[in-house]
């Protein structure tokens, strides 16, 4: 009797023994299949941004740079509206077609911002050498300071919607404006991303010159989603 109950008591834990090593297995397996699919996921996304950074310098330099800037930024972003994370899918023929397209828009939307910050900025730097600063030169400082920011971020919703809408140069500039306010919170995260990623350059030059550029455009294109949405709302209720 007592023989019968030690090998039922010793049957019970060679059972339970067998439970824990099984389920001991399966969380090492999800641990593993959940590290793999994420390292997965970060090389996709790397290897994406090189892509695209490439594809932003080629395509800059043929515009002689200064003319291929504003045309390479909107290339990158109407083909993540293209393709997404897919990396296989980009083409540097689609690309060529996209840059001929977006070449004179953009470069006449993007010099435009670009002036408007480098007054702005001017501005700010000749508030910041008066001798005597009092309480309505600080307040005319950081009002400086948020209007430069204003306008990067509409030259940032300016590229998301040229995407999407064939716009005149005066309704990209005023939908630009419009776009900051219909979700304050995406425009933040664009803003504060930028910062962090600007940053990033200042200490490690390289990731942005060969990754970065490439990321930060995938990186705008998706945060200003909600911004497109409400604004293609309004237009089609119109």
């Known amino acids: ?60 330099l043929a515009g002689g740079v200064v003319f291929g800037i504003a045309p390479a930024s909107a290339t990158l972003m109407s083909l993540f509206a293209e393709h997404g994370y897919s990396y296989r899918a980009y083409g540097f023929k689609e690309a060529w077609t996209f840059y001929k397209s977006n070449f004179v828009k953009s470069n006449l939307s993007f010099y435009t911002f670009m002036g408007l910050d480098l007054i702005l900025i001017y501005g700010l730097y000749l508030m910041i050498q008066l001798p005597h600063q009092t309480i309505i030169h600080l307040a005319a400082t950081f009002l400086n300071i948020f ?40 425009v933040a995260k664009v803003l504060l991303g930028s910062v962090l990623l600007a940053i990033i350059g200042f200490y490690m030059p390289a990731l942005i010159i060969f990754v970065g550029i490439g990321m930060w455009h995938f990186f705008i294109s998706d945060l200003l989603e909600p911004v497109y949405e409400n604004i293609h709302e309004k237009l089609a209720s119109k």
């Open 147 to 186: 209007l430069v920011a204003l306008v990067f971020l509409a030259y940032t919703v300016s590229l998301k919607l040229q995407v999407y809408f064939d716009l005149s140069y005066q309704n990209t500039l005023k939908l630009a404006f419009i776009g900051i306010f219909m979700s304050l919170s995406a």
């Open 1 to 60: 009797k007592v023989a019968g109950s030690t090998l039922a008591a010793f049957s019970l834990l060679l059972f339970l023994r067998a439970l824990e090593i099984c389920y001991n297995s399966s969380r090492l397996f999800f641990w593993r299949q959940t590290v793999g699919n994420f390292i997965e996921l970060v090389f996709h996304r790397f290897f994406l941004g090189m892509i695209a950074t490439v594809y932003f310098w080629l395509l800059t």
